[in-house]
């Protein structure tokens, strides 16, 4: 009988070899003994064996991920490292709650209600971010609303930078004047009336970037 010293070599390498197709942290892949026809060799179970010192390409035939099987597994994996989720809500004060006619002071009463606003989040979120846009109405000139607007802006964010639940929220403070109401209302009716009419367009918003760990 003919003795083949390379097949007692060939037979050692495959011991060696795992019996299930092997993919790495890096998703690299050790090939197939293959025949001549180039069809991987197989176990009594059926499958592949492989060449542990190498790797290279993915062999289908042996049950590796093919372009598209592979595309899913990265969708997955991105999936798995998404950020944690998103998500914003507006709390709405009346000027009048937060501070006296023609102030910009906040308030007492305004501090309550601004510790309120932000209060009711869950717990399983954090305030990221708040910005703090004040209104005002329509009455008097442009440029004294928008600077009203700015100062009651500030006094706001200023309070919302001393509450110790946001010490690690970025505070930011945006006066837009009379330029976004919520309300339109005619002349024709007195002033008293005309100023209750327009309190809606006198107002902070507080926007609140949220965080919720997944």
Known sequence: ??????????????????????????????????????????????LCWRDPTRTGEPTPACGDPVADDQAAMDDESSSAAEPAEQAEQIREIRSEVLFAFDSAELSPRGRNAVRAAIGDIGSDWQITEVEAIGHTDRLGSEAYNRNLSQARADAVADYLESLTALDDARIRATGVGEADPVVECADDQGREALIACLAPNRRTELVLDLTRDN
């Open 1 to 46: 009988m003919t003795h083949y010293p390379w097949k007692s070599l060939l037979i050692a390498g495959l011991l060696l070899t795992l019996a299930a197709p092997v993919a790495t942290a890096e998703t690299t892949y050790h090939p197939a003994w293959t025949n001549a026809e180039g069809q991987p060799w197989r176990n009594e179970d059926g």
